[in-house]
């Protein structure tokens, strides 16, 4: 009989908090709380949330009725570690203090690894993190940014990203290893990524004020008019990095995080929400442009996926302006729960080693 292995997943996003329960690859629970913007800035630093997200967390186990000591293992999404290759990878001392910290800066994903070992300590079981949010394959080329102080840096949606090209690819009846995909995950961050064979040779830094802006991030910004407000005088440097992620973007302009509200607002008549989506939506679809220019015109499939997905009118206006480039494909939501589940699986059934971050 084949062994049966619960795992938990529990993958904290910018804008949502999402749980799941998989008894191998069958899932059993599957949620998503999403949590808005005062909820989430009210917490200076992402270490201050771990208090609520835990407790999230285990009021959603309790609640659906799952016994914690009958799991075998806890996944959490990978955060803001130092760049490292793809793949599931154990919680160490090592990549605790450095999610703690957030070595390469702050996003609710570095509280991913620490929950799950916190969890799991408990009940003396593994924890794994996997294809965190710095997997970094990109080409040398795309590494430099135009002023020698300052590299480009893979900051992204790898683990979703990597699992909808998979799909694609499937569907197309292609190995991702033999295809080339741009992917568009739009979720409380924007990412979209060139993969050429299997890998994501460039992408936007979703983080950090590059490619498109979001529900809570600028994007990308005219340097000379940041750097004068950045010197004006008016802002700390923290607060000037809380307009470029957590209270940018659609936050920014129309004081929400959320896409189906601002769905809501335009279908009211809200004429500057209409323009500031549209606009979004705009600046998506030149990034994939962009990327189509990376792979030469060789695209198998533009995927588009994360939450803002959901919404056929964001997607259309997507569409109309990338359709020229090849097939468009439509994953709403994430393949993340799932995937993080299968990470968990190969190490746990002796079809892979768990790596070492050191
Ligand atoms: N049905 C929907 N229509 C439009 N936007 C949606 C829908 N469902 C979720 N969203 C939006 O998607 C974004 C979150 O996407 P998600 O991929 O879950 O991101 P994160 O992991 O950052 O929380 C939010 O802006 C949310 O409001
Ligand atoms: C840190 C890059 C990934 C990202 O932006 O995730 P969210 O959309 O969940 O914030």
Known sequence: MTKVFRILTINPGSTSTKIAVFDNEKSILETTLRHSAQEINKYERIYDQYEFRKQVILDTLNDNGINITKINAVVGRGGLLKP???????????????????????????????????????????????????????????????????????????????????????????????????????????SVGAHRKGKVVDVNNALDGEGPFSPERSGGLPVGDLA????????????????????????????????????????????????????MAYQIAKEIGSCAAVLKGEVDAVVLTGGIAYDKTFVKWIKDRVAFIGEVIVYPGEEEMIALAQGALRVLRGEEEAKEYI
């Open 228 to 279: 004068k407000l950045c010197f004006s005088g008016k802002y700390t440097i923290d607060e000037i990095k809380k307009r470029i992620k957590g209270k940018g973007g659609l936050v920014a302009y129309l004081g929400t995080n959320d896409g189906r509200e601002v769905g809501k607002m335009i279908e009211e008549g809200d004429k500057k929400a209409e323009l500031i989506y549209k606009a």
């Open 84 to 190: 490292i290759e793809g793949g599931t990878y154990k919680v160490s001392e090592k990549m605790l203090s450095d999610l703690e910290v957030g070595v390469l800066g702050e996003h609710a994903s570095n509280l991913g690894g620490i929950l799950a070992n916190e969890i799991a300590k408990q009940l003396d079981i593994p924890s794994f993190i996997v294809d965190p949010v710095v997997v970094d394959e990109m080409d040398d080329i795309a590494r430099i940014s135009g002023m020698p102080e300052i590299e480009r840096k893979s900051i992204f949606h790898a683990l979703n990203q990597k699992a909808v090209a998979r799909c694609a690819a499937s569907e197309l009846g292609k190995k991702y290893e033999g295809g080339n995909f741009i992917v568009a995950h739009m979720g409380g961050g924007v």
